[in-house]
């Protein structure tokens, strides 16, 4: 057993780090939070009709205002100097071009709530085109370029916007804050829901003729486990389809279906009958299909998506993604077709990274375009020649790149950070395999620290994902960033564990009711792994830590070896049952623990961290947000009060006005802090 001092200075304890970290030779710079909250966050490239320009969004984080604000740039296709198109002190996002490229459709929040607005591309002066007291969201243009799509969130017994604004205004200038539900969902994620629902609309581009296209008390598209891309048009404008789930109990029931929307007459049908969960429709665009992602298995949030084609004359189901899926084990991300109809590129997790693949629609065979490298959101252009994508890594946030159509000539297009990674000293992520439970291949990744000396000895953070069907990958988290844990002086590992994605189905499967058992023997080897190959590794001085399952981890850890010399939980599960009763989306623990609590009671107990807080020993701070419903803030505090009650060392860092992550700027500079200042302080 270890015997563990306290130091309450954190500048003492750092600077000890220092010195036993033999950072003697420093870096020329380090990565601060002040560069960190200053980097642009790159998102949603859009290729103009005529294929000369791309369209892009970037955020930044005011600490001033203690929020973000995004605008709109435009970077030629050839390359060249981006220009910033909104200069608002609100967001603008969603950028999409009008078919004959003269407009762009955007939201703004610059008038109040979010509205759908339109931009010359040429030039001048954005103009307003919704003016609804719910907002208005996701703008997408029809391809005869006569209306833009988007959706809002409305009371569904309410037959105009007049009703909803007077319900909307009752509501906020009652005395009375209370609520009565009848059923479940009651809440989700950070927020307690209303009586509203998500509808969609249509606009014509000059503000009039806005119409619900959706009425009723279903929300369209449904607002849970869809996708990115849950409404799509139809090539000849004349229809919709879209993700919803009608269906009763949605806290336990992820049974989306598409559904199709004629836009002459109104009329809904449901086009597929599986009873697990598809979505992401994206119409081919000579209008013979529709590509959407399909599960097999009812209730399961995290089964492999499979790409299906919805031939619309026949009604027939096509199974296009079979090679993608049974020959080389992947999961579909995200659907864009190639314009000649022929075939359609996904992305798919892929082993600590993010993938490009092309799927030939005759063959069905799938062909592996990137490699080794985490690329998102690909565009095609209408000439089919050229294509754009954000590409990322753990050093280099999101930039717009542009390729050939293979993705075999890289050109980036977009240079939003280079002026203040310019400056800082950062190493790559380096990916290593070892032998796991049951002798599978799991991965790892390792990074050392600016002004790394391989004759020095060096504390280790561990990292622990969460998910748990989830994935640490080679790029940047604005949460759990491997870069800021390295600027401190610290060997970063972080490894994949059964119940990781992008290593096929079955190894994500394994994690089902299994909670602590191989994961934990992968984690561990993980661990024994990395101190017996890297000597650089101080053994005596090892940090774990982990959010949401993660986090979790980190309690059955602390109750299960003290090889540790300090925790951090962050938002992490505790007590399984009361879990059970204060989360929202029942279907995940339903599945992922076999049952209910009171009629499946041997996993819930065997695998709860709270059943051996008897054996915690290692110092922990402990982190968890007021308005986090995914794991209940009781979840945290059960913890905090176990390690008191036991005289263990530890901390409590509360955010009364955070969810599941903490999305402020000054809380996240506090969380920060807090994090290195506790790790300083054991670590030392």
């Known amino acids: 057993m270890r015997v563990f001092s306290r130091r309450p200075v954190f500048a003492a304890a750092l600077a000890s780090l220092c010195i036993a970290a033999g950072a003697s030779k420093a870096p020329a710079k380090s990565l601060t939070f002040e560069d960190f909250i200053s980097l642009g966050r ?8 005529d294929g000369r320009h791309v369209a892009f969004v970037v955020n930044y984080q005011s600490m001033k205002e203690n929020s973000g604000n995004s605008d709109i740039y435009l970077v ?5 100097a981006a220009r910033r ?10 950028p999409r071009f009008s078919p004959d490229g003269k407009w762009i459709a955007f939201t703004s929040s610059r008038s109040g709530k979010s509205q759908v607005w339109v931009l010359p591309t040429r ?16 703008p997408e243009w029809t391809p005869d370029g006569s209306y833009i799509i988007f959706t809002s969130s409305v009371y569904p017994d309410c037959p105009d916007d007049d009703c909803n ?8 200038s009652s005395k009375v804050k209370a609520r009565i539900y009848d059923h479940l969902l009651y809440r989700h994620w950070d927020h307690w829901r209303d009586e509203k629902k998500r509808h ?31 409404i799509a048009i139809s090539p000849d404008s004349g229809e919709l389809c879209i993700t919803a789930n009608p269906g009763d109990n949605l806290e336990r029931n992820i049974n989306n279906d598409l559904f199709v929307l004629n836009l002459e007459d109104g009329a809904m049908k449901k086009i597929t009958q599986s009873e697990a969960n598809d979505n992401h429709p994206v119409y081919s665009p000579d209008g013979l299909y529709v590509a959407y992602r399909a599960m097999k298995r009812p209730n399961f949030e995290a089964d492999q998506y499979r790409l299906l084609l919805h031939e619309r004359r026949s009604g027939d189901v096509i199974d296009v993604g079979a090679d993608l899926a049974d020959r080389l084990d992947r999961s579909v991300g995200s659907i864009t077709w190639a314009p000649d109809s022929r075939s359609i590129y996904v992305t798919c997790s892929d082993a600590g990274y993010n993938s490009l693949y092309r799927i030939d629609i005759r063959s069905k065979k799938a062909k592996q375009l990137t490699r080794k490298m985490y690329v998102a959101s690909p565009r095609i252009s209408r000439s089919g020649k050229t294509m754009v994508f954000l590409r990322q890594s753990s050093s280099v946030p999101y930039e717009v790149y542009r390729a050939d159509r293979n993705a075999t000539k890289f050109d980036r297009l977009s240079h939003v950070n280079d002026e203040i990674l310019a400056s800082i000293e950062m190493n790559p992520l380096e990916e290593f395999t070892f032998t796991g439970a049951e002798d599978a291949r799991v991965q790892g990744f390792i990074l050392k620290p600016p002004g790394f000396d391989a004759g020095r000895k060096y504390p280790l953070v561990f990292l622990i994902h969460g998910g748990p069907q989830g994935a640490w990958r080679d790029g940047v988290s604005y949460r759990w960033s491997f870069q800021m844990f390295a600027a401190q002086g610290y060997v970063v590992v972080a490894v994949n564990p059964r119940g990781s994605t992008g290593f096929g189905q079955k190894f ?15 984690l561990m080897n993980g661990l024994d792994f990395v101190l017996e190959n890297y000597s650089f590794i101080d053994k005596e001085r090892i940090a774990a830590a982990g959010a949401s399952f993660g986090g979790y981890m980190i309690a059955w850890i602390a109750g299960h070896t003290d090889r ?17 009763g204060t989360t929202e989306e029942l279907w995940f623990p339903e599945w992922d623990f076999g049952g209910v609590p009171w009629e499946d009671r041997e996993k819930y107990r065997e695998y709860s961290p709270h059943n051996y807080a008897q054996n915690f020993k290692t110092p922990m701070l402990v982190i968890h947000g007021g308005k986090d419903y995914r794991v209940d803030l009781s979840e945290g505090l059960q913890l905090f009060t176990a390690l008191q009650r036991k005289g263990v060392p530890s901390k409590l860092l509360y955010f009364p006005d955070e969810g599941h992550w903490v999305l402020k700027p000054h809380n996240a500079e506090l969380w920060w802090r807090t994090v290195h200042e506790w790790l300083a302080e054991w670590l030392e």
């Open 508 to 522: 994500t499967d394994e994690i089902s009711t299994d909670w602590g058992n191989k994961v934990y023997t992968d």
């Open 123 to 138: 030039g001048g002066e954005a103009r307003q085109v919704t003016d609804l007291s719910t907002g208005a969201s996701n």
């Open 564 to 580: 540790f010399t300090c925790l951090i939980d962050h938002d992490g599960v505790y007590n399984l049952t009361s879990f059970y």
């Open 165 to 172: 604004k007077k319900r909307d205004e009752d509501l906020e």
């Open 76 to 80: 030629p296709m050839r390359g060249g």
């Open 85 to 94: 198109l909104t200069q608002s002190p609100k967001s603008d996002t969603h």
């Open 42 to 49: 790159v998102s949603d490239p859009q290729i103009s009709p």
């Open 200 to 230: 969609v609309f249509k606009v014509s581009s000059d503000g009039e003729d806005v119409k619900d296209l959706t009425p009723g008390d279903v929300a369209y598209p449904t607002f849970t486990l869809g996708s990115s891309h849950d």
